[in-house]
């Protein structure tokens, strides 16, 4: 693991995703070295010869003068890194960011496979509307294994629920979804006591880990590259449009609300949980340039 120390000037970066108004990375790269992640594209902005997973770059920022200013706006932590991964409990770089902008009025997201985040708890907890993602595809431990280097799937239900009795919102972020492996409502039926929201997010791939993970299907579950290819090369939505179904019918079974991404300004975080279906990332993209 390359890990090396690199100055910002600010670690708060202006958001168009529809969740936030500020994207916060205090780290470039990731140690859990996710095969399926989004976020490799960042590797060609670092300079790093490194494959993605095999270096991380420390952010140092200065102090931010005026933390004030950030009241009533949100902030996403770990769009494209985990803050919670191994490097934070040396560098600390998410908790100086958290003592930063304490008291400020922002209000605060994290996405994280880690459970080094029960590091903070009590911190996270003073900031208003504070909600804690964990990201959760399986409860196969060797399916998991495989596919990441984060905090077993057991550690991160007992960190979400921590937070969840500490009156934190938390959610759990079923993603990404491998069509044929990932059992959404045997998630939900594990986590579904101790989370406020659940999210769904279909496997996109694009990029160079599509190769990759196409060939870990045909090297694991051959039986399944019929499916994958109807999906990832005929582009056919009946998968997503089948599992839509089976969500409508179960949450309407357990009386839980379901709603699409861009309604999720209607939702009522409480119990039972709530559960959105953020299948489509091209209309997720549509919400995210309306909205800003």
């Known amino acids: 693991m390359i890990v090396r120390e690199i100055d910002v000037k600010s670690v708060m970066t202006r958001s168009n995703l529809p969740v936030a108004d500020y994207s916060v990375n205090p780290y470039v790269g990731c140690e859990h070295a996710c095969k399926y992640c989004y976020a490799s594209f960042m590797k060609r902005f670092t300079g790093h010869t490194e494959p993605w997973g095999e270096f991380v770059d420390v952010k140092m920022w200065p102090p931010i003068k005026n933390p004030a200013k950030y009241a009533g706006k949100e902030a996403f932590l770990g769009s494209v890194t985990d803050c919670y991964q191994p490097c934070e409990a040396t560098f600390g770089r998410t908790r100086a960011l958290l003592e930063q902008l304490q008291g400020s009025g922002i209000s605060i997201s ?22 804690v993602s964990f990201s959760i595809n399986t409860l196969d431990e060797g399916f998991r294994e495989q596919m990441d280097k984060g905090a077993s799937i057991e550690r991160r239900l007992a960190a979400m629920k921590a937070f969840y009795d500490a009156g934190v919102q938390t959610t ?5 979804i491998f069509p044929g492996i990932t059992d959404p409502v045997e998630i939900i ?13 279909n496997l996109n791939l694009r990029g160079d880990y599509r190769v990759r993970i196409l060939d870990w299907i045909h090297g694991n579950h051959p039986e399944l590259d019929s499916l994958y290819h109807d999906i990832y090369t005929k582009k056919s939505r009946d998968y997503w449009h089948e599992l839509d179904g089976v969500m409508r019918g179960y949450t309407a079974r357990e ?11 209607r939702a009522d975080f409480g119990e039972p949980p709530v ?4 299948f489509y990332h091209e209309e997720v993209k549509k919400s995210a340039k309306k909205q800003a």
């Open 172 to 176: 759990c972020f079923i993603s990404p």
């Open 189 to 201: 039926e594990r986590a579904k006591g101790q989370c406020n929201l659940v999210w769904l997010e």
């Open 110 to 131: 994290i996405a994280t496979k880690s459970d080094l985040v029960l590091r903070d708890l009590e911190l996270i907890r003073t900031f208003p509307n504070a909600r």
């Open 255 to 265: 009386g839980m609300p379901y709603l699409r991404d861009d309604d999720t300004h």
């Open 275 to 278: 559960v959105v279906n953020y």
